[in-house]
């Protein structure tokens, strides 16, 4: 025994009623952690391995499973909770730096449940979505602060300035960057297929762009990261769009790593790299030392697409957030994606994800106040990301400063995960987070780009809906219209940097 | 809900305020008797080469001591006085009115294509966002406004408490209105004015903030959180400082939707297209009517769902525009055509040159 630390505490107890149990063995056959087998005329249980994935539950036809989080109770205590108490076993027993999946645990008030929204009364009449249109199409990328005008011979009014180009969004939501290799192509091609549907615009993330989505790339942001996987100027000309990702708030200030095992022949081909062996990206782009550098990718990105796509920069929400933004605002992007520190992931140091950054209700916030003032807000749209968790958090994030948001895991949701964050292990029994081919089939793209394209629609409904009770019918309306919003129990530091009065004022 | 009125005879032909005092009094249903204003262009041709600046005083002491020391840093004061007035047995005047006739010093905005406006607009708001007890309330040339707030407040009442009818102009703008806020506030009742521009809402929009954000970062501070504050600020920006023509600013303001656009011939396309690119956080939403003036125009605009009224009348040189057409007929009986514009479609009426 190399340690005397034994085994800890079970973190899910599953049960099966036995009464209920017709012993049909889906559970065994869905369970890809093998927290079930057969033993005789017995379905036995080990809950070590269960990941809370539901899985089982979801597919039990007699509702005969239960599971129960931490089912063993530690000595109660404020400051050595259980979960730092598990982290130390886990690095006494390992000397690792611990990795997590999906985002932010840490227990930390969430700004966007402060927020409450407005609604019109009598001074001002809400609008009817039904009966009045209310705009939700969004254009994002640069847009001229004013504009050059010519009169024509006929006397009629020309311009003269040449508009950048822009992504014609028809709602404000967006799918976030997830790569194929942490996800599958099923689950990309779903997604693609529900961007195509909604009018909007999914992320390729830094895995390249797999051939089985070319039929959508004119729905794809294609993603350049440090690690510059699948980039070369085929993948660049087919995006609608280009990120540059130079962040991500799950893990600002490092790379990444997709390891070897997870790199199959098809994952090797899309990123251009040897089968089997580790993509990491690194910490920094390693042609960025500095802003002047990020402004030389950015021209040599557009001049190798000759000027026609808008290119996106994404930075994970840090102290300098607003310093950050008004930088790359400098640098011929088009648009800033700010990722907030709850944004989820494949895989991050637990260290990170739960205590580097900040909200993205206060990035957002502050990087549009330092824009306004510095007058460069119409140089870049912003995307705002990590945590959107459902409409009303969009509407918000759009009322605090951003053009639109990306979503990651709610539409990963849509197709089915449970948020059990354990994505690094490969194992995704809803065919998502993994690359074996027998659970990647389990993922209809069908249903299941039906499934995000409903998700989308349902959150356009319900953005109408807010925007027209608030008597605004278009979305730049919306934008920075922090009067709109009104802080519940929070403080005045925080309302002040978010610009938001308390509620009552 | 307010009223507002507007009447401009395009060969500068003057009236006296006494036929809009009669044109506003007849929609006092309109408003709650606690705020009402007017605006004329034309009226101080002594002074014409002076800019006229209206001053609330909380005292003729030291609050007019910041005013007249900020307007010797600035230019010169051609002449002053206390704006005559004439006690009404319900009007309380918490303030003193007072004008200026006052020439900036240009040299002090250099660069600037309109320096005396530049220096204007600076001074305006330094005096009001400064609590020292005086509010510029009108600062162009040869116009003026007289406006009052309180309890007995209505139309009547402040047109006689300023002996309206001695003013001779060829553009008066007039408000009465419902009060929902600071109804004691003398300088809350429209019209408001900035130099050249004066403008009356009927309204209340919802994109005070956005709007308000978008202008103060060009140098404007809202200091008197009315929507004809930052609306005349906009109107500013983007005719004067953006050189775009008066209907190309109201369509920026008031601009057509996305699927009308879409159906336009390509160049008209482009055209509105960039406008909302550039404007879309100057783009005003929610119910309004405005009625705005400068000393060679006249306009009436509405948001593009015409969720307030505006009737449009015509009577020989006269252009009338109004919340409702018996004002206008109160004003002029004779009157010779009414029209009701669509949502969206602005009312342009232009001086003769």
């Known amino acids: 025994m190399s340690n005397n630390l034994g085994s800890m505490p079970l973190r899910y107890r599953v049960t099966i009623d036995r009464e209920q149990c017709m012993e049909c063995e889906r559970c065994i056959e869905n369970c890809s952690y093998g927290v079930f087998r057969r033993d005789g005329d017995r379905i036995l249980i080990n809950s070590r391995k269960c990941t809370a994935c539901h899985r089982c539950l979801a597919y039990c036809p007699r509702d005969a499973i239960m599971l129960e989080e931490q089912p063993c109770d530690y000595r109660s205590h404020p400051v050595w909770t259980r979960a730092t108490r598990e982290a130390i076993y886990n690095q006494a027993r390992t000397g690792k730096i611990i990795l997590a999946g999906m985002g932010s645990v840490a227990n930390l008030p969430i700004i966007f449940d402060h927020l409450m929204l407005d609604a019109c009364q009598v001074t001002t009449p809400p609008t009817d979505p039904l009966r009045e249109p209310v705009e939700l199409r969004t254009y994002l990328g640069k847009k001229p602060s004013r504009l050059d005008l010519r009169r024509n011979p006929d006397g009629d009014i020309e311009l003269a300035t040449e508009l950048a180009p822009n992504l014609m969004v028809e709602t404000p939501v967006m799918l976030g960057h997830m790569s194929y290799g942490a996800i599958s192509l099923n689950a990309q091609i779903s997604m693609a297929r529900a961007a195509k549907e909604t009018g909007t615009f999914m992320g390729t993330g830094e895995g390249g762009l797999h051939a089985g989505l070319y039929p959508y790339q004119d729905r794809m942001i294609v993603q350049v990261a440090s690690g510059r996987f699948g980039v070369n100027i085929d993948y660049l000309e087919r995006g609608a769009a280009i990120e540059i990702k130079l962040g991500q708030g799950a893990k600002p200030g490092i790379g990444g790593h997709l390891t070897g095992e997870k790199v199959s022949k098809d994952v090797s081909r899309t990123r251009m790299i040897p089968q089997g062996s580790d993509a990491i990206s690194p910490a920094p782009h390693h042609d960025i030392y500095g802003i002047e550098d990020l402004s030389q990718l950015v021209r040599s990105i557009k001049e190798a697409t000759e000027w026609k796509k808008p290119v996106f920069a994404k930075i994970a929400a840090v102290n300098n957030t607003a310093e950050n933004v008004a930088a790359v605002a400098r640098s011929s992007v088009d648009a800033v994606v700010i990722d907030g520190f709850r944004g989820g992931t494949g895989a991050a140091p637990r260290v990170f994800r739960d205590h580097v950054g900040i909200p993205i209700e206060v990035a957002v916030a502050s990087a549009d106040r330092e824009l306004r003032k510095q007058g460069l807000r119409n140089e870049v749209s912003l995307i705002a990301c990590g945590s959107i968790r459902e409409s009303a958090d969009v509407v918000k994030a759009i009322a605090l400063g951003a053009d639109a948001v990306y979503i990651g895991t709610a539409a990963l949701a849509a197709m089915g995960c449970r948020v059990c964050g354990n994505c690094y292990q490969g194992l995704c029994p809803w065919g998502i987070a993994t690359q074996r081919p027998d659970l990647v089939e389990r993922l209809d793209p069908d249903v299941a780009s039906k499934q995000v394209a409903n998700l989308i629609h349902a959150w356009t409904l319900e953005i109408t809906e807010l925007m027209g009770a608030a008597g605004i019918n278009s979305i730049e309306s919306l934008r920075g219209n922090r009067d709109r919003l009104r802080g519940y129990m929070l403080d005045e530091g925080l309302l002040d940097v978010l610009d938001v009065k308390p509620v009552g004022a | ?353």
Not at chain 2, 44 to 58: E, S
Request: proline share 7%; aromatic share 10%.
């Open chain 2, 1 to 353: 809900m307010c009223g507002i009125f507007g009447v401009m005879d395009k060969r500068r032909q003057m009236m006296d305020g006494s036929g809009i005092r009669q044109a506003l009094s007849i929609m006092n249903e309109r408003g709650s008797g606690e705020g009402a204003g007017y605006a004329a262009y034309g009226i101080y041709p002594d002074y014409r080469d002076c800019y006229a600046l209206h001053v609330f005083l909380d005292n003729a002491c030291e609050s007019k001591a910041v005013v007249d020391a900020t307007l010797e840093q600035w230019g010169a004061i051609e002449h002053d006085e206390a704006i005559p007035t004439y006690d009404q047995p319900n009007l309380r005047a918490p303030c003193t009115p007072w004008r200026y006739f006052f020439r900036p010093d240009p040299s002090l905005a250099p660069g600037s294509a309109t320096p005396e406006k530049d220096v204007i607009t600076n001074l305006v708001m330094q005096i009001n966002r400064a609590s020292n007890g005086a509010e510029v309330f009108s600062s162009g040339k040869n116009v003026g406004v007289f406006k009052a707030g309180g309890a007995g407040s209505w139309p009547e009442a402040v047109a006689d408490y300023y002996r309206i009818e001695d003013y001779e102009g060829y553009i008066w703008l007039a408000h009465n209105r419902y009060a929902t806020n600071n109804p004691g506030r003398w300088e809350r009742p429209d019209p408001f004015n900035l130099h050249d521009w004066s403008v009356v809402e009927n309204g209340k929009i919802t994109t005070y903030g956005t709007n308000r954000r978008y202008v103060e970062s060009f140098g404007y501070t809202c200091s008197n959180f009315t929507d004809s504050e930052v609306i005349t600020y906009l109107i500013d920006l983007l005719v004067r400082r953006h050189g775009l023509d008066i209907n190309l600013a109201i369509r920026a303001l008031a601009p057509p939707y996305w699927e009308d656009i879409d159906q336009m011939p390509k160049t008209e396309q482009d055209l509105n297209r960039a406008l909302r690119f550039a404007y879309g956080s100057a783009t005003m939403n929610g119910p309004f009517t405005i009625v705005a003036a400068n000393p060679d125009m006249m306009v009436g605009f509405t948001d593009r769902g015409k969720l307030r009224p505006m009737v449009v009348g015509e009577c020989g040189d006269c252009l009338y525009i109004s919340s409702e057409e018996a004002a206008i007929r109160a004003m002029e009986p004779n009157v010779e055509s009414i029209m009701m514009p669509a949502a969206g479609e602005p009312v342009i009426g232009r001086v003769a040159p």
